[in-house]
């Protein structure tokens, strides 16, 4: 049996401003929006890859959100780091790790996201 990712899936403290910050850093583009109730899921595509985001609570919801595990942290690949992080620099992103070379063609930097993710940009190549 062969496995391939299908999505992540995150819940954000700020929906609205989620959003805007994967439209506006990773060009991501709107496929979806399920609403049933109160409950709200956006499916963002970023490259080839699907991503749902979600309000943290529902409104009026009481009590925790069930036990989740931590995500390390999101990967995604450029082929113009230094550029890209520019833009998201001048956009106000906060950046947690300024580029690294790690081999000729290879550097990395992180950034922080919604609700402190931690996003890592590479560039190969």
Known sequence: MAWTQDHV??????????????RENLDAKEEGR?????????????GGSVYKVSPKKVSGASGPLPPHHEVYHL????????GELAKMKARGVKVTQEPVQTAPQRQYAFIEGPDGISIELLQRG
């Open 34 to 46: 399920v609403v049933s109730g109160e409950r709200i899921t956006v499916t963002l595509r970023i």
């Open 9 to 22: 899936h995150l819940r954000c403290s700020n929906f609205d401003a989620a959003l805007q910050f994967f």
């Open 75 to 82: 990967g995604f690949e450029t082929d113009n780091l230094l």
